[in-house]
């Protein structure tokens, strides 16, 4: 018997994958850049890319020279 420890994706890219997820009808997509009120450490980005929203208000977002995090609502703007 042997595990298949890892299955073949079959996605090539994140936008890939953003365009095969359910359409979003909210203020925000993921996918989409928005810029930070705050910045996370001083070495961060401004920018943060949304991934998918965690809850009401909130998202999980990529900063680059971060790492991911979840931002509230209230912590970016377009």
């Keep these: 018997m042997s595990l298949d420890l890892h299955p073949e994706i079959t996605l090539t890219s994140v936008s890939d994958w953003l365009a095969s997820e359910v359409p979003f009808s909210g203020e925000y997509q993921p996918g989409t850049w928005v810029k930070l009120r705050e910045l996370p450490n001083p070495y961060s980005h ?23 995090t979840i931002l509230g609502r209230h912590q970016f703007f377009r």
């Design 46 to 68: 401004d920018e943060a890319l949304l991934l998918c929203e965690n809850a009401a208000n909130q998202w999980i977002a990529w900063i680059p020279d971060h790492g991911e």
